[in-house]
């Protein structure tokens, strides 16, 4: 495929370089590969699910993000914990931007909530993975709006970190917590009342 991909182009500056049309063959190969492409744009193969996704990859990035920014207190005095050199600071944006892509892959149609043996459902306010796949279906232009605020606050992670700003990093982490509690609220415990004080 990568073969064919490069060819394409060597193909049709050879022909534009020479001054002439390219060979029947050739002109039929650019138009098949053309043909090929097209075709395979949008078909994804979805295989983890949000389940999975969430686990493997969100978790991941989202944690080292908001712990990034600490103050522990002890009897010695307080402690703070802040990005200070240039590999922290890399290694945050590192999580920032899979964080900020990784909002893509939640909205490819045709993943599922989880396998068919997972739990989702750790507290009994929390839906089980068919009932939060039905809603998903049922709101899915709302689900892709949590999605893209996931996606938004991200890119504003990844900006506080291009700045080395570590209040507006501690900030963004606020909105990220924002993003992801709503779509949580929403899809997999919206029964859940939160206490009003």
């Known amino acids: 495929m990568q073969r064919q991909l490069i060819s394409i182009p060597?193909?049709?500056?050879?022909?534009?370089?020479?001054?002439?049309?390219?060979?029947?063959d050739a002109a039929a190969a650019v138009k098949h590969a053309g043909v090929a492409l097209s075709a395979n744009v949008n078909n994804f193969k979805p295989s983890a699910t949000l389940q999975e996704i969430m686990l493997s990859v969100?978790?991941?990035n989202v944690d080292p993000i908001w712990n990034s920014i600490s103050t522990e207190v002890s009897?010695?005095?307080a402690i703070e914990k802040r990005p200070e050199t240039?590999?922290?600071w890399a290694t945050l944006r590192n999580h920032a931007v899979s964080l900020r892509e990784?909002?893509?892959l939640l909205v490819i149609e045709g993943r599922a909530v989880a396998h068919s043996h997972a739990n989702t459902s750790s507290h009994e306010s929390e839906l089980q993975a068919h009932a939060?796949?039905?809603l998903i279906a049922t709101q899915w232009p709302e689900f892709i709006q949590r999605a893209h605020a996931l996606h938004d606050a991200a890119n504003l992670?990844?900006?506080a970190i291009d700045e080395k700003n570590v209040d507006r990093l501690e900030e963004v982490g606020g909105i990220i917590e924002h993003a992801c509690e709503s779509c949580h609220?929403?899809?997999w415990y919206p029964g859940d009342k939160v206490p009003v004080n």
Do not use: K, T, Y
Request: proline share 8%.
């Open 102 to 104: 990784v909002s893509n």
């Open 185 to 187: 609220s929403q899809f």
């Open 75 to 77: 009897a010695e005095g």
């Open 132 to 134: 939060i796949q039905e």
């Open 157 to 159: 992670a990844v900006e």
């Open 10 to 24: 060597l193909v049709a500056l050879l022909a534009i370089a020479s001054g002439c049309n390219p060979q029947p």
């Open 86 to 88: 240039d590999e922290d």
């Open 58 to 60: 969100i978790d991941p």
